[in-house]
């Protein structure tokens, strides 16, 4: 198929099925169009006066009753063929975790590693487990032509080969909110070396240089805000749309007055500001927001990082 | 006699919201479904505006959201699924069969009434509380649950349709059963009769099931029973089961009565009777029996069992071959007749070629494989107007014209008809054949806004919509004006021979003087030749 | 076996009488098997009973047993389709 | 429902009637068979944890008041043998039995409820939520049913009331038997739904 790269095992045989269907589809609707059009014409009142009342034939129903059946079976019997490869997971499959929630996604590597987007090394297998935190998302790339639904309360799966070097788009096939058209990610495809040189590397997400544009597609845009407190677990506990979950919201929230408790249990009011924000984040056990456990984690990271996420937390007013 | 039209005794309005006659009610709903059609369309053809219009975009992605989600709603709730049954079925099902009405006139009323509460109720869903819903047609939980719109109402509002259609559903059985005139057996029946049976008993024994899902999303939202929510160990996949156990049944309430109206216009304009009978009444059957074991066709990615996936696939498969037995007999009942092609034929042809592409890449999503890679995407988009809008659309349409006369005494601008049907067939095929392209190459649905790569597509199908649209916008203006100005139609403008074609042009009131006695089989165009 | 509908048949207070002993018998027949027996046991108990009890108000009380055939394959007809539909939906429950 | 017309003023046709009642009843068995299919599925998913919710409710009131409908089921089949062999007050009794059975069962209800609440057992309760996930679904589909049932028999009691006057008014009368009729295969139908409802609920634990 022309259309779009076929960029991992799957595709050929995915496309081998459609291709198939295709065909015997054509045919069948060529000739029944070619048939229509035929009696049209050749038995039109002015030619053909007369119509004959025939009530039918046995063996012609017979006929077009058990050839289509045949013909659907052997597509049936196609297709499940070739879903059952892209049901089996070969034992050296690389397991990756994948994370959908309103709007993002986050992929973690068996060491731990957390990124935005999936880096992957050529002709390895990798297997992606597909976790979702609030509603129903659909994980898709087109390239490879997997998909599956990313399900709250239940991990699917999917596995692929990457065959092909390039970015790819992954885009979420479930509606799951406002910003559903936009949760999209990308799918770097680089060979075996630099992917180990990455992943064995010191850097923590996916270094700009694998972004470069690649064939087909265009580079991924740069990290949003969004996308770095995703990829920072914050969002598991905060929500950025007003909604409590184990830590309070993060919108709406600069500029206002807040209660804390100090380490000895004293309240005291705090005017929510940079300053504030930025002690939350480095320091979070030193004021805990009244009504929520200690619970915040110390999460490491860049002065460049803490200033967007002031920013953005700002920005959330 | 006088017609059904003439206000008897009480006149205007009320002569027609209070009247149980059959024929009325027909015409009660084919007022309400078209202009809640032509909102619909309108809402399609921005979403089409807004797939032009990228950056920055036209409408904000909340709207788009509760455009597609209304826009299917109505679509689907509101017309294809009423559909052909509630119009042309109200009105020529007792006519067919030799009756004076249906068993229960006045449920037949009232289910009308549903209909319009159940319309108004979605309808205020959308300007009240806090925003319309913005689910899709399919409400999917948790997201259906957890999203602040005003997705209870509006599911309240589906749930008095659903109530509407299994009271037309109840009311068509047992007329069917019941009111058939004496010597009208079921093997001399009208295979549009034939259809609606097979598709109320869909009607009936489906719809309560979405019923109660809905009522339970309700529940869930209102009072946080927890069925489906994963929070509290429920099972979202279930909601899907459950919604699609009702929601593909629904797919073929939607085709079995185009299917039958087709059947009743192709035997007529090809002047012989239809070949194989028999074949195409039990495929009408065999659809709503198999029909109902294919749901989980739509849930091949979500996580079911291999083995589920596995029967489904087979079971969509093996629903086909009704639908394949179908086509060739249309094929076969033109052989050797005495083809004329006016605008009801035309348009019936039309409905053939559409519903076999819709058919066809059905089977395409059928395939497991396959349906991994469209799932989601608008390849589904392209196929589902394809077979709703290609296949019940336009049997709606040629329907409406092959009727027309019958129903209101009057004749339209056979021309006209003509012209309109042009950029109707290559919009049609440019809007929804573009989405089929789109579709494979991976655009998913449901998107306010698309990836660079997919431009190209969008703006064909937009302009395929545009055409589409003059070509609609036709057809119906050459309507309005045959209703306002027509000629006066005789009471068989196309030579037809069933029971409502020996009738006058309006029917009378009564239907018939005598209720007649019937000797033969249908469709008996030359009784004197045979082969 | 008289089936001409209910037109012409009365239901006998007798006939009437005895499917209710028979009815209240076997709920308690159904709670004795639910506090008795071993939990799995207990379960094909119910299973067993249940639609027992609901046959026979369908068959008397509901008065199907003297209605035309049709009705009675049509209420078959509607079960059947909700044990397939079951059937199916197990088809994926049991595999997960 | 209404009265099936044959045709505009023509003869009524009982047997289409009882037709169309019945396929309304198919329509009330999917509607519940709706709930029976998840009760199925989660009781296969949960199946200790229902074991265990089971045991929260009241299987005494749940036995009484399957003995009260099917007391009711018995008056309400009598009544229509009473009416057809011209015992009129014993049919006006009967019915008037079944009303009040009706309303006796919904009572039980009541008390059944307000004491699951009172314990802390309700939708979303604070008490649930500390529950194994498999008990909050147990008792979201016991609401869900039974109040939907209660529904039901509500509806019915108000048919049966309507009957009631009817036959009062000597609008329904041994020849005309019909409405009733229908109106008992409703009531009945309610019964049969409570039947299963005791084994699934009740004598779960
Ligand atoms: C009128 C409505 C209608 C009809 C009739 C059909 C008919 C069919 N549909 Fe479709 N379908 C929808 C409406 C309809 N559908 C809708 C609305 C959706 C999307 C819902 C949503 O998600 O929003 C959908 C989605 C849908 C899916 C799910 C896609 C997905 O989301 O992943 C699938 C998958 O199998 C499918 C399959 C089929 C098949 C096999 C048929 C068959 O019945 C078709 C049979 C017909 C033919 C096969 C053609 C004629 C036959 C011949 C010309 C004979 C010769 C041919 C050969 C021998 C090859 N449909
Ligand atoms: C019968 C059903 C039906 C019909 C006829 C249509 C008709 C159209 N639909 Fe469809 N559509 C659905 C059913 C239907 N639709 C459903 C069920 C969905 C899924 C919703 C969901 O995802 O939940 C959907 C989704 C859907 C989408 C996908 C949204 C998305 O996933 O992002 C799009 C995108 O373009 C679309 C467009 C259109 C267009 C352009 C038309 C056009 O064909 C309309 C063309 C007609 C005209 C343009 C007529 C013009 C006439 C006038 C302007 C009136 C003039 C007035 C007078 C003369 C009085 N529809
Ligand atoms: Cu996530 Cu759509
Ligand atoms: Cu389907």
Known sequence: MPFIPQASSAAGRVDAVFLFILVLSAVFLVFITATLVWFVIRYNRKRHPRGVDIEGNGWLEFAWTAIPTLIFITMFLYGWTNYSYMREVPRDAMVIEVTGRQWAWSFRYPNGKRTSHLLLAADRPVKLELHSLDVIHGFFIAAFRIKQDVVPGKVNYTWFVPTQLGTFDIECTVICGVSHAIMNAKAVVVPVEGFEAWYFGEEDDIPARFLKPASPAPAPAPESALELLNRKSCTECHSVDGSPMVGPTLKGIYGREGAVLDRDGRERAVMIDDDYVRRAIVDPAAEITRGYPPAMPETVMTDEELRRMVDYIRSLR | MSSYLDTGGRGGIAGWIFSTDHKRIGILYLATMTGLFFVAVVIGVLMRVEQLVLDPPLFAPQVYNAFFTVHGVIMIFMFVLPGLGAVFGNFFLPIMIGARDVSFPRLNLMSWYAFVAGTVIVFVSLFTGDGAPDTGWTFYVPFSVRTGTNVTLGLTGVFMLGFSSILTGLNFITTIHRLRAPGMTWHRMPLFAWSLYGTAWVQLLATPIVGITLLLVIAERVFGIGVFDPAKGGDPILYQHLFWTYSHPAVYIMILPAMGAITEILPTFAHRTVFGYKAIAYSSMAIAFLGSLVWGHHMFTSGMSEQANLLFSLFTFLVAVPSAIKVFNWTSTLYKGSIEVRPPMLYALTFVFLFAIGGLTGLMQGALAVNVHLHDTYFIVGHFHYVMFGGTGVAFFAALLYWFPKMFGRTYNERVANLAWAPIFVGFNLLYFGMLVLGYMGMPRRYFTHLPQYHTGHVIASVGSFILAAGLVLFFANLVVALLRGKRAESNPWGGVTLEWRIGSPPPAENFDVIPEIQGRPYRFNPEVSE | ?96 | MTTAAGAHGGHVDHEGARFGMWLFLFTEILLFGGLFILYAAYRARYPNEFHEAGGHLDAVIGVANTVILLTSSLTMAASITALRTGQRRRALASLAGTIALGVLFLVNKYFEWSGEIARGFYPDSPLLAGRPQGEQIFFGLYYSMTGLHGLHVMAGIVLLAVMLALVLRHRITGGEYHKLENAGLYWHLVDVIWVFLLPLFYLAA
């Open chain 3, 1 to 96: 076996m008289d089936r001409t509908g209910s037109e012409t048949h009365v239901m006998p207070y007798r006939t009437l009488v005895r499917v209710w002993l028979v009815l209240l018998g076997l709920t308690g027949a159904l709670v004795a098997a639910g506090t008795t027996l071993h939990p799995s046991l207990s379960v094909w108990a119910m299973l067993v009973i249940t639609p027992v009890k609901a046959g026979l108000i369908f068959y008397y009380f509901m008065h199907l047993k003297y209605e035309k055939p049709l009705l009675t394959g049509l209420v078959f007809v509607t079960l059947g389709l909700l044990v397939l539909v079951i059937g199916l939906l197990f088809s994926d429950l049991f595999y997960r």
